[in-house]
């Protein structure tokens, strides 16, 4: 003990002369011997669920540590440690303190360097400021009601606790609600036609009352109670077969249910339709059309109160012959799929019946048919999709209007449905001859600088009929089309994207070096990288050089 001392007492007193002396590899720090109190004046505090929870959340500032090295051979490495070892909590300041998780309830920053001990004075003192925060969630289910103060206390490594007292939260008694009671009323059937006899009232309870449940069941809202059940703990009741219903009507349903002393009431309607009524309507697929217009479609949709399966009956020309009849269907409405054929113009009247409940209704429609006229534009888009370079970067292909292959038909051009181009099929083909007079009937038109590079474009292309005016799409279009710039370059340590040049600022290679200083290298050496940088006009690693600071190694 006393050589220890001694020596303690030595080293005091060489720091304090501020004596240099060489100890080869060794450093010396204090880890902390000035210290100023944590603060946590941020504390916030806030309830979740049914108050059991407490959140807590705050800070505490500048905790001052020094921190003093003293550095021999003027180099080293220290690190500097927390000085609060750890965080605890209790409440009203009674019982025993429950320590915080540390790197979980709460975690430590410093905000002041360095963090190591380097300088050319033997002695340097150094403060650090460290940040706590705190973050957590503290159970309070175990605490009856009342008014409760928290506190927090720091305790530091050098032997100093600080304590310190946050706000006080109240946990209240629990209240016991008062029962409620609700129902809901149903009938089975709910509509139908007159006579409606036989229907089932079903009543359904809710709420927080317990306990057995009388049901009162009223038919027509009256003031006599059609039936009124036993105490039971069915829920939901039904009163089966209750109500009769002679003639149409809406009809006012009630029921009052009795539990645990709270009486709650609920209605609905009970809906009595007349006799069934049947209509239907009728359309075409198409409705119109140039002849010769085969392979019509009728529809018939179904209306009316009747119900059950529909047989349904077409009739392509009003004749007396049914041209379909279905199987019994609750298809509604009903399809008879390319039933009907119209070689020549005219108007033809079509006719449907439908049978339902007994009941049969009929309906009709027209379907135009008209002669021949206006043929459009044939023609294809020929050119290739997929990457292209600027010489193929292309809309080209061919069109003719059918009512008049002489002239020379209209071409729009879209890249992604907005208009970039216009031309005309005017120019010659060798194939095109059988297609247009003369074979001038094709067209192209370079889009390179008429769209952006090396992204998909939907290409798209249209010919103008020369009669309506009316523009419509060629075969094979739209296409996929992604047109390529001219590249720098294809491969090398500067062409990372097989394109362009990588500019000067990225290095593509990079090498260390090693020195040692003095006679002998011994366990100290030095190493230093130097990188080599792109040109920026070439795709060779042929730029400058540069190096790295050199960095210590000692053992």
Not at 162 to 191: K, R
Not at 337 to 360: F, H, M, P, W
Request: hydrophobic share 30%; glycine share 8%; proline share 3%.
């Amino acid at each position: 003990m006393k050589i220890s001392l001694l020596i303690k007492i030595i080293f005091l007193l060489l720091i304090a002369m501020g004596a240099l002396f060489v100890f080869p590899n060794k450093v010396w720090a204090v880890k902390c011997d000035f210290w100023e109190d944590c603060d946590f004046s941020e504390t916030t505090f806030s309830f979740s669920g049914a108050n059991l929870e407490l959140t807590v959340k705050g800070s505490t500032e500048d905790g001052l540590c020094r921190q003093s090295c003293y550095l021999p051979d003027l180099e080293g490495v220290k690190a500097i440690a927390d000085p609060v070892e750890k965080f605890q909590y209790r409440f009203n300041n009674t019982g025993d303190w429950i320590d915080f998780e540390k790197g979980v309830d709460w975690i430590v920053d410093r905000l002041a360097f360095p963090t190591s001990c380097t300088g050319i004075a033997p002695f340097t003192s150094i403060y650090s400021s460290f940040v706590y925060l705190l973050d957590t969630t503290i159970d309070v289910s175990g605490l009856s009601s009342g008014t409760y103060g928290i506190y927090y206390r720091a305790y530091y490594e050098i032997g100093k606790t600080v304590e310190f007292s946050g706000s006080s939260f109240t946990i209240e008694e629990p209240t016991t609600p008062t029962p409620t009671l609700f129902c809901s009323l149903s009938s089975n059937p709910s509509s139908g036609t007159a006579p409606l006899n036989n229907v089932d009232l079903i009543a359904d309870v809710s709420g927080t009352a317990t306990g057995n449940i009388i049901y009162k069941f009223d038919c027509t809202d009256s003031t006599i109670w059609n039936h009124t059940s036993s105490a039971t703990s069915n829920d939901p009741y039904t009163a089966a077969n209750l109500c009769d219903y002679s003639s149409e009507g809406n009809y006012t349903i009630k029921a009052e249910v009795t539990r645990e002393g709270i009486t709650a009431t609920c209605q609905n309607t009970v809906t009595v339709s007349a006799v069934p009524t049947l209509f239907c309507s009728l359309s075409s697929n198409p409705s119109s059309g140039t002849a010769p217009l085969n392979n019509v479609d009728l529809t018939a949709d179904v209306s009316g109160t009747a119900t059950g399966n529909i047989i349904y009956k077409f009739d392509c020309t009003d004749s007396t012959i049914w041209n379909h009849t279905s199987s019994a269907t609750s298809d509604d409405p009903y399809t008879a799929a390319n039933l009907c054929d119209y070689s020549s113009e005219g108007n033809r009247t079509i006719k449907a019946e439908v049978t339902r409940e007994g009941i049969t209704a009929t309906c009709q429609n027209t379907v135009t048919v008209s002669a021949p006229e206006n043929e459009l534009p044939t023609g294809s888009h020929d050119a290739d999709s997929g990457t292209q370079n600027e010489t193929f970067c292309r809309a080209a292909g061919w069109t003719t209007d059918p009512d008049d292959t002489s002239t020379d038909v209209s071409v729009r051009i879209f890249s992604d449905d907005v208009q970039i181009a216009t031309t005309t099929a005017s120019s010659y083909r060798s194939d095109l001859g059988a297609v247009c007079s003369g074979g001038t009937c094709a067209y192209g038109v370079n889009i390179y600088d008429l769209i952006t590079h090396n992204i998909d474009h939907e290409i798209k292309v249209q010919a103008q009929d020369i009669n309506n005016g009316d523009w419509v799409d060629l075969n094979n279009t739209p296409k996929t089309l992604n047109c390529t710039e001219s590249c720098e370059c294809s491969s090398g340590d500067c062409c990372s994207n097989g394109c362009n040049y990588d500019d000067s600022s990225t290095v593509c290679g990079s090498e260390t070096g090693y020195q040692c200083s003095g006679s002998d290298c011994g366990d100290d050496h030095q190493s230093r990288d130097r990188d080599r940088y792109c040109s920026g006009s070439s795709s060779s690693c042929d730029g400058k050089m540069e190096f790295t600071q050199k960095t210590l190694h000692s053992r």
